[in-house]
């Protein structure tokens, strides 16, 4: 049988409707049936479209000029929106983009998880969904002789040289940029990945929402930084809100972009900041949420769905530097949580003490050897809360969840696709997903955070019986 040829040509401009959104924010439209993947575009909208590359069942394409407009479309703030790869939804009204999340976490249950009938709650969202990431990232390079710190343009690694992001903290948009300016003026230059020369790779900014302290981290290729003194000595006169500097030294040739090395340079290793009641020693490699008001209405759905009383084992099975375990704690009998990561075990426990929590322990380990080990000495979980990376649950974590039986797992997740994945094998294996609230910790970007709750279908079970005696004695 012959192969059906696409019915578009790279460099070809054609019109068309855009029908849907990718998982990414990207308009959909359907040329012949054949379709063609846009940014910026939305559904209902009628546009030209330059054709830039066809693969054999879909394509890609720019808007040329936009004939019809959607209702929902707005200017985006951001005047670097479109060559900058950090947002992906900034054209598109605040309110329509927690309805865009919505469908997408149903739509992905629904396709790979076969979760046709689980509720899938409206995105909470935010009142001021702006400035609200806490932790800055950003390359640098060189250009015209001068130092550019920036965001990456979609798709490459080319610099967007950027004097503010909308949706950063702005102490961490200041700071980034004063020490863009101070690094230039004693001449350090950028490092290239091309070359792998040059010294500094990254500046990178923390902020306490609560305690308004900021943390630079100077990522740097090698251990030498020229005019060392000088440089920390402007940036703590300049920006008296900076508690901490630190050095982290990555020698690889590599996109990852910690090294293994850090030292402090001024001031204190961590940085604090409260979610909740719960205060939290940070360090320059700690995992922590970017978006502290919307991690505290992650953190407070993922407590509800928990049902603890002040009687039950919980097992934290990704706890990081503890962030959820301490939350669970507070109304749980005992927490025991287990994190591959020394470093974070270190700062979880640290974190505890700090909080004076002690019904608390945590272990370094992967989640499915240590889970068993525990559970051999005697320790059963009736709560298991797992909020894994972006690739999900290893398969063996699953399996030890599903012999385990607790009576309810909560899992929290940042990526719908793997979620759906991992809910499919717990529910195979004798649980049920309750339902699903999907909570908007990145708002103007297309990512998605979830928390779910599922109960053991022997739970269930229980729990139904008990309540159909409840209403029998209240009928006698």
Known sequence: MAKQQAPIQKNEIVEATFVDLTHDGAGVAKIEGFPVFVPNGLPGERAQIKVVKVNKGYGYGRIVELNERSPERVEPPCPIYKQCGGCQLQHLKYEAQLIFKQKQVQEVLNRIGRLENVKVHPVLGMSEPWRYRNKSQVPVGEREGGLVAGFYQQRSHTIINMEECLIQAEANDRIVQGVRTIA?????????????????????????????????????RTEELPHKGKIIKEILEAFPQVKSIIQNINTKRTNVIFGEQTKVLAGEEYLYD???????????????????????????????????????????????????????????????????????????????KLNGIENVEFAVGKAEEVIPNWYKNGIKA?????????????????????????????????????????????????????????????????????????????????KTGKEMNIEVAAEL
Do not use: W
Not at 190 to 219: C, F, K, P, W
Not at 327 to 333: M, V
Not at 384 to 405: F, Q, S
């Open 382 to 462: 009736d709560v298991i809360v797992v909020d894994p990376p972006r690739k999900g649950c290893d398969v063996e974590l699953l399996d030890t969840i599903i012999a385990m039986k607790p009576k309810r797992v909560v899992y929290v997740s940042c990526n719908p696709g793997t979620l759906a994945r991992d809910l499919r094998i717990l529910e195979d294996g004798g649980f049920q997903t309750v339902e699903v609230q999907p909570v908007d910790m990145f708002p103007h970007t297309s990512h998605v955070e979830c928390c779910v709750v599922l109960y053991q279908k022997d739970y269930i079970d229980e």
């Open 184 to 220: 230039e003026k004693y001449g350090i230059p950028a490092y290239n990945e091309q070359t792998h020369q040059g010294i500094l790779r990254h500046i990178v900014t923390r902020y306490g929402r609560q305690s308004q302290d900021v943390m630079v981290v100077l990522i740097t």
């Open 274 to 352: 409260s979610i909740g009641d719960i205060k939290f020693a940070i360090s320059a490699r700690s995992f922590y949420q970017v978006n502290p008001e919307q991690t505290k209405v992650l953190y407070d759905k993922a407590l509800q769905y928990a049902e603890l009383t002040g009687v039950e084992t919980v097992i934290d099975a990704y706890c990081g530097i503890g962030t959820i375990s301490l939350f669970l704690a507070q109304k749980a009998k005992s927490v025991y949580g287990v994190e591959i990561v020394p470093e974070a075990i270190e700062d979880a426990k640290r974190n505890a």
